[in-house]
């Protein structure tokens, strides 16, 4: 949420779709050692909060 409001702020316009993508190395390092598990977290505002945009984001991320 962070680096959306950053964004909107930078960018003046409430309209921002961020995702990351994220591997956490305590669990790829240590503990069960899986390398494969990632977190993803989204932040959609603006127009992105429609379905319709929010997929057409996704898609050119090759995510739908």
Do not use: P, W
């Not at 962070?2 to 316009?13: D, G, M």
């Not at 961020?18 to 305590?26: F, P």
């Amino acid at each position: 949420m962070q680096i959306a409001n950053e964004l909107k702020s930078v960018l003046q316009t409430e309209n921002v779709a961020v995702l990351i993508d994220a591997s956490h190395l305590c669990v790829s390092s240590r503990g069960i050692k899986d390398t494969d598990s990632s977190t993803v977290t989204a932040e959609y505002c603006g127009v992105f909060l429609e379905a319709e945009r929010r997929d057409e984001f996704l898609k050119y991320l090759n995510l739908k």
